[in-house]
């Protein structure tokens, strides 16, 4: 087979079949990326349209039901169109070339993976257009809203679930295969760079839970379509059975979409630091760690459907040992940065925000595992501003830093430092100015996803909707230094950053189409 | 860890048709059957989206079959090194991991629906009151047989667990029965892998067909069991949470059984064919990894939807 050894050499190939029929995870990295920046915008219009509904009292531009449709599409398409296909497109990238791997074990089904997600979106997104309209029954789709008060196109919804669950599953275990089994010779597990560590791991939580998810969205198919009764009391069944088996997907669910952060961060403080990540091994311990408890601790999200004291109390104490491993990773980031010589590209500017305000939705995290406590805070704008700040300033803030970060290996060009920090700042202001408000309307008592809201609620609301609109119309900002950095720019140095070390920045810039297609020389490789 | 010369033939395709056409089967898959479930549930003609349902199904599994021909000739013609071998060891182990925790949703679903929510529907603890002023006639026992409200879940006449502890009894249930079948394939599917591993084909050859045919054979009783189900017990979807814990346990670990099925037929005729090698046939091992996996459940299933 004359393929296998012209394999080698060959470059990407033209026109529209290289990205159709791609098995290169670069190419496949980048269609995550780019199809996760456009779910991004589109999530992110829906959250314009929420914005600018709540920017008065009374009700505007939308009608409720629609507003309903907006809050679900929005959650939706965020999570698992935005955030995590980000994730797993720089998993893409950057894992092969961070452990010295020629590819990904698995390139064919690595293909299949991503090109099941635009189909999958499509058909959810196309909802919109039908008659019965979009689902509305909120991201977190709890039955019987979901199922016997549901809109038709609840169907699609399930379908749409099931089939981007397969293409998680394969993507998690693609990752896993080319982790334990293409490391190059001398890259030992506790040398793996952290962001390969928290993958590993994230992609094990993947694994365990997104066939949970496949299953509940099954029960809720044959309580619409076949009669059965798992969510209906009248035949025995039980409507908080669904949010049991929906949160023991969804709380490791969020750590999915954190864990890579996490990596992310530990990868961008010593490079801006020029100093080693403090606590390597304890790095690894935690993470694992937090995977653990993520497992034990999906009740807090259901404190006030009716527990008895011993699961309250089982549920609470064991959320706040969560906040023991995450102490150890702030911890170490900030021990990371004490004394190092900084320097405040924008990488490290967002790197540095994610510490503080992922630590503050941390926080937040932890008032509201106080089981008394969030009988008050449940189901208001406290809950909206808490997993908006670990979500937006933590996970999204980590994907623009990582995207900063080695976007010059990825386009061989640097991208323009004034217009990124431009992007920072207004980011980091209008997040603040959206989310920081809407922990007082929580506590104040606002509920969420209300169309139209008391008047005392007026101030607060219609500063958040002008630190929304601004926080949104800065991501274009993005756009623009990605396509710029793509057409040209200053050359990029095969290191990029003088304090950068790691496999990836041996390679040339731009990384050439296949890299290790023989493994990197063993001593290269030290320690993170 | 892998010697340096493994990397060198890690074998990575230039480029793959496959995935991108397998998307769109699937996809039309599901598409069309959510409008044929939305068009039967409104009553309207559900013929077209059936039709771009199987289309897409069929799609789909003429490009799965062209895939596993591709990975099949590529391992033929020696392009899979030792390495890319491991890489789908790892693969099929993730896979079936992920298997386990779908089934671990409905076990994890009958559970808490046996030990809190028929108990609290009967008027037990602190939450029963909900039960006394909904439905005050109803009294938890497990299997439901009395649903709360029989005019929306109809009554089944009997459930289908054991309620006898007696060799008669046994000998006529047709579960039993089913547990010793899948058991028995079990170790003839292992013995069809020692014949392989011991280079000997008509062994190897036997042995598969028994445990096909065995895999036959369960399927035949569950359809029998399903059967008497619906007509003598009446016992359906419909029939409240005995009825779907029952059946969606029951008839997803069958519509394993029926996936586990094809494919050990399918390596019976690769068997035949002389497929594979004493040192070479990870196609055979996972599929038999599948099926011990799929014995498993069942034990699973026996426990806990049958006995106890």
Same mark, same amino acid.
């Given at each position: 087979?004359?393929?296998?050894?012209?394999?080698?050499?060959?470059?990407?190939?033209?026109?529209?079949?290289?990205?159709?029929?791609?098995?290169?995870?670069?190419?496949?990295?980048?269609?995550?990326?780019?199809?996760?920046?456009?779910?991004?915008?589109?999530?992110?219009?829906?959250?314009?349209?929420?914005?600018?509904?709540?920017?008065?009292?009374?009700?505007? %531009? /939308?009608?409720?039901?629609?507003?309903?449709?907006?809050?679900?599409?929005?959650?939706?398409?965020?999570?698992?169109?935005?955030?995590?296909?980000?994730?797993?497109?720089?998993?893409?990238?950057?894992?092969?070339?961070?452990?010295?791997?020629?590819?990904?074990?698995?390139?064919? +089904?690595?293909?299949?993976?991503?090109?099941?997600?635009?189909? #999958?979106?499509?058909?959810?997104?196309?909802? %919109?257009?039908?008659?019965?309209?979009?689902?509305?029954?909120?991201?977190?789709?709890?039955?019987?809203?979901?199922?016997?008060?549901?809109?038709?196109?609840?169907?699609?919804?399930?379908?749409?679930?099931?089939?981007?669950?397969?293409?998680?599953?394969?993507?998690?275990?693609?990752?896993?295969?080319?982790?334990?089994?293409?490391?190059?010779?001398?890259?030992?597990?506790?040398?793996?760079?952290?962001?390969?560590?928290?993958?590993?791991?994230?992609?094990?939580?993947?694994?365990?839970?997104?066939? /949970? %998810?496949?299953? !509940?969205?099954?029960?809720?198919?044959?309580?619409?379509?076949?009669?059965?009764?798992?969510?209906?009391?009248?035949?025995?069944?039980?409507?908080?059975?669904?949010?049991?088996?929906?949160?023991?997907?969804?709380?490791?669910? /969020?750590?999915?979409?954190?864990?890579?952060?996490? @990596?992310?961060?530990?990868?961008?403080?010593?490079?801006? #630091?020029?100093?080693?990540?403090?606590?390597?091994?304890?790095?690894?311990? &935690?993470?694992?760690?937090?995977?653990?408890?993520?497992?034990?601790? =999906?009740?807090?999200?259901?404190?006030?459907?009716?527990?008895?004291?011993?699961?309250?109390?089982?549920?609470?104490?064991?959320?706040?040992?969560?906040?023991?491993?995450?102490?150890?990773?702030?911890?170490?980031?900030?021990?990371?940065?004490?004394?190092?010589? +900084?320097?405040?590209?924008?990488?490290?500017?967002?790197?540095?925000?994610?510490?503080?305000?992922?630590?503050?939705?941390?926080?937040?995290?932890?008032?509201?595992?106080?089981?008394?406590?969030?009988?008050?805070?449940?189901?208001?704008?406290?809950?909206?501003?808490?997993?908006?700040?670990?979500?937006?300033?933590?996970?999204?803030?980590?994907?623009?830093?990582?995207?900063?970060?080695?976007?010059?290996?990825?386009?061989?060009?640097?991208?323009?430092?004034?217009?990124?920090?431009?992007?920072?700042?207004?980011?980091?202001?209008?997040?603040?100015?959206?989310?920081?408000?809407?922990?007082?309307?929580?506590?104040?008592?606002?509920?969420?996803?209300?169309?139209?809201?008391?008047?005392?609620?007026?101030?607060?609301?219609?500063? *958040?909707?002008?630190?929304?609109?601004?926080?949104?119309?800065?991501?274009?900002?993005?756009?623009?230094? !990605?396509?710029?950095?793509?057409?040209?720019?200053?050359? &990029?140095? &095969?290191?990029?950053?003088?304090?950068?070390? @790691?496999?990836?920045?041996?390679?040339?810039?731009?990384?050439?189409?296949?890299?290790?297609?023989?493994?990197?020389?063993?001593?290269?490789?030290?320690?993170? | 860890?892998?010697? #340096?010369?493994?990397?060198?033939?890690?074998?990575?395709?230039?480029?793959?048709?496959?995935?991108?056409?397998?998307?769109?089967?699937?996809?039309?898959?599901?598409?069309?059957?959510?409008?044929?479930?939305?068009?039967?549930?409104?009553?309207?003609?559900?013929?077209? *989206?059936?039709?771009?349902?199987?289309?897409?199904?069929?799609?789909?599994?003429?490009?799965?079959?062209? =895939?596993?021909?591709?990975?099949?000739?590529?391992?033929?013609? @020696?392009?899979?090194?030792?390495?890319?071998?491991?890489?789908?060891?790892?693969?099929?182990? =993730?896979?079936?991991?992920?298997?386990?925790?779908?089934?671990?949703?409905?076990?994890?679903?009958?559970?808490?629906?046996?030990?809190?929510?028929?108990?609290?529907?009967?008027?037990?603890?602190?939450?029963?009151?909900?039960?006394?002023?909904?439905?005050?006639?109803?009294?938890?026992?497990?299997?439901?047989?009395?649903?709360?409200?029989?005019?929306?879940?109809?009554?089944?006449?009997?459930?289908?667990?054991?309620?006898?502890?007696?060799?008669?009894?046994?000998?006529?249930?047709?579960?039993?029965?089913?547990?010793?079948?899948?058991?028995?394939?079990?170790?003839?599917?292992?013995?069809?892998?020692?014949?392989?591993?011991?280079?000997?084909?008509?062994?190897?050859?036997?042995?598969?067909?028994?445990?096909?045919?065995?895999?036959?054979?369960?399927?035949?009783?569950?359809?029998?069991?399903?059967?008497?189900?619906?007509?003598?017990?009446?016992?359906?979807?419909?029939?409240?949470?005995?009825?779907?814990?029952?059946?969606?346990?029951?008839?997803?670990?069958?519509?394993?059984?029926?996936?586990?099925?094809?494919?050990?037929?399918?390596?019976?005729?690769? *068997?035949?064919?002389?497929?594979?090698?004493?040192?070479?046939?990870?196609?055979?091992?996972?599929?038999?990894?599948? =099926?011990?996996?799929?014995?498993?459940?069942?034990?699973?299933?026996?426990?806990?939807?049958?006995?106890?």
């Amino acid at each position: 087979m004359s393929a296998a050894h012209d394999d080698h050499h060959h470059g990407p190939a033209k026109g529209l079949s290289r990205w159709l029929f791609t098995t290169n995870h670069k190419d496949i990295g980048t269609l995550y990326l780019w199809f996760s920046f456009a779910m991004f915008l589109l999530g992110g219009s829906f959250a314009m349209v929420i914005r600018a509904e709540l920017f008065q009292p009374g009700l505007q %531009l /939308v009608e409720p039901n629609f507003f309903n449709q907006m809050t679900t599409m929005h959650g939706l398409i965020m999570v698992f169109g935005a955030v995590m296909p980000a994730f797993v497109g720089l998993a893409n990238w950057m894992i092969p070339m961070m452990i010295g791997a020629p590819d990904m074990a698995l390139p064919r +089904m690595n293909n299949w993976s991503f090109w099941i997600l635009p189909f #999958a979106f499509a058909m959810l997104s196309s909802t %919109l257009l039908m008659d019965a309209g979009a689902p509305n029954f909120g991201w977190t789709f709890y039955a019987p809203l979901s199922t016997t008060y549901a809109p038709e196109t609840v169907t699609f919804f399930i379908f749409a679930v099931h089939i981007m669950g397969a293409s998680s599953i394969m993507g998690a275990i693609n990752i896993i295969a080319t982790v334990l089994n293409m490391r190059a010779p001398g890259m030992t597990l506790m040398k793996m760079p952290l962001f390969v560590w928290t993958w590993l791991i994230t992609a094990y939580l993947l694994i365990a839970v997104m066939p /949970v %998810l496949a299953g !509940v969205v099954t029960m809720m198919l044959f309580d619409i379509h076949f009669g059965t009764s798992f969510f209906n009391a009248a035949g025995g069944g039980d409507p908080v059975l669904f949010q049991h088996v929906f949160w023991f997907f969804g709380h490791p669910e /969020v750590y999915i979409m954190i864990l890579p952060a996490f @990596g992310v961060i530990s990868a961008i403080i010593p490079t801006f #630091a020029r100093k080693r990540l403090f606590g390597y091994d304890s790095m690894v311990y &935690a993470t694992a760690s937090i995977a653990f408890l993520s497992f034990i601790v =999906w009740a807090h999200h259901m404190f006030t459907v009716g527990m008895p004291i011993a699961g309250e109390l089982f549920f609470m104490y064991a959320t706040m040992l969560i906040a023991v491993p995450t102490g150890v990773k702030v911890f170490n980031w900030v021990a990371t940065m004490f004394r190092g010589s +900084m320097t405040f590209e924008t990488p490290m500017l967002f790197a540095i925000a994610f510490v503080v305000l992922f630590t503050m939705g941390g926080f937040t995290g932890l008032m509201l595992a106080i089981t008394p406590a969030d009988f008050q805070y449940h189901d208001t704008y406290f809950v909206v501003a808490h997993f908006h700040y670990v979500l937006v300033p933590g996970a999204v803030f980590s994907i623009m830093a990582a995207t900063y970060y080695w976007l010059p290996k990825w386009t061989g060009h640097m991208y323009d430092e004034r217009l990124g920090k431009l992007h920072f700042w207004l980011s980091f202001i209008g997040v603040n100015i959206l989310f920081f408000p809407q922990h007082f309307l929580g506590l104040a008592g606002m509920p969420r996803r209300i169309p139209d809201y008391a008047l005392q609620f007026a101030d607060f609301n219609w500063i *958040s909707s002008i630190g929304g609109f601004l926080f949104g119309a800065s991501q274009l900002i993005l756009l623009v230094v !990605v396509i710029k950095c793509i057409k040209g720019g200053k050359k &990029a140095t &095969a290191q990029v950053w003088d304090g950068a070390k @790691g496999l990836e920045w041996t390679v040339a810039s731009p990384a050439p189409y296949h890299t290790f297609t023989t493994p990197p020389n063993p001593d290269l490789i030290e320690a993170p | 860890m892998a010697s #340096a010369g493994s990397h060198e033939t890690y074998y990575v395709p230039e480029q793959t048709r496959l995935p991108f056409f397998a998307s769109i089967g699937l996809v039309l898959m599901v598409f069309g059957l959510g409008n044929a479930l939305n068009d039967i549930k409104s009553a309207e003609s559900a013929s077209l *989206s059936t039709w771009i349902s199987l289309f897409g199904f069929g799609l789909l599994s003429f490009i799965i079959f062209q =895939w596993f021909s591709t990975v099949i000739r590529e391992n033929h013609a @020696g392009l899979n090194s030792d390495q890319l071998k491991r890489s789908y060891v790892w693969g099929m182990s =993730w896979f079936i991991f992920s298997e386990v925790m779908f089934f671990a949703a409905f076990f994890g679903a009958l559970f808490y629906v046996r030990n809190f929510v028929v108990p609290w529907l009967g008027g037990e603890g602190d939450k029963g009151i909900t039960g006394e002023m909904l439905w005050p006639n109803f009294t938890a026992v497990w299997p439901v047989i009395e649903n709360p409200n029989p005019a929306l879940f109809h009554d089944p006449e009997e459930a289908l667990n054991v309620h006898e502890w007696s060799l008669a009894f046994f000998a006529k249930f047709l579960p039993f029965w089913n547990t010793v079948i899948l058991l028995t394939s079990s170790v003839t599917v292992h013995f069809a892998h020692t014949a392989l591993k011991a280079n000997k084909r008509k062994q190897l050859v036997q042995w598969l067909s028994v445990t096909v045919a065995l895999g036959v054979l369960f399927l035949c009783l569950q359809v029998l069991e399903y059967t008497e189900a619906y007509e003598h017990y009446g016992l359906t979807l419909n029939s409240g949470i005995y009825g779907s814990t029952f059946f969606l346990l029951t008839g997803f670990h069958g519509f394993h059984v029926t996936l586990g099925t094809f494919i050990l037929a399918v390596m019976l005729l690769r *068997s035949m064919k002389g497929h594979f090698k004493p040192d070479d046939h990870f196609g055979f091992e996972a599929a038999s990894w599948y =099926w011990h996996f799929v014995d498993v459940v069942w034990v699973g299933l026996f426990i806990f939807v049958y006995l106890m």
